[in-house]
Nanobody, 116 residues
Framework: VPLVESGGGLVQPGGSLRLSCTSS????????IGWFRQAPGKEREAILC????????YIWDSVKGRFSASRDNAENTVYLQMTNLKTEDTAVYFC??????????WGQGTQVTVSS
């Protein structure tokens, strides 16, 4: 069952957004949750790999220092907190129950548009 992303929208450069990742089929009891994005005309890229066990994260250079992840067990949700957004962050954002870009069962994603 693909995961469900939400929370996208239009934000000005320098602004913040928080995306949510939930499971329509049950819990998010996976070892890791991967966050990915796909900008127009570009391939999907990994941006953050969240360790669901200890809360640590590996963050790719493109978003390091600006993006972070957390989990709310009560809400069965993993969040992607995005700060200091740039126009180049404009993309459709996806989450997955693993951190490999070879994952195939993608959800619809959520659109993030950074524009003044």
């Amino acid at each position: 069952v693909p995961l469900v992303e939400s929370g996208g929208g239009l934000v000005q450069p320098g602004g913040s957004l928080r995306l949510s990742c939930t499971s329509s089929g049950g819990t998010l009891d996976y070892y890791a949750i991967g966050w990915f994005r796909q900008a127009p005309g570009k391939e999907r890229e990994a941006i953050l790999c969240f360790n669901n066990r200890d809360g640590s994260a590996y963050i790719w250079d493109s978003v390091k220092g600006r993006f972070s992840a957390s989990r709310d067990n009560a809400e069965n949700t993993v969040y992607l907190q995005m700060t200091n957004l740039k126009t180049e962050d404009t993309a459709v954002y996806f989450c997955a129950p693993e951190c490999s870009p070879a994952y195939t069962n993608w959800g619809q994603g959520t659109q993030v548009t950074v524009s003044s």
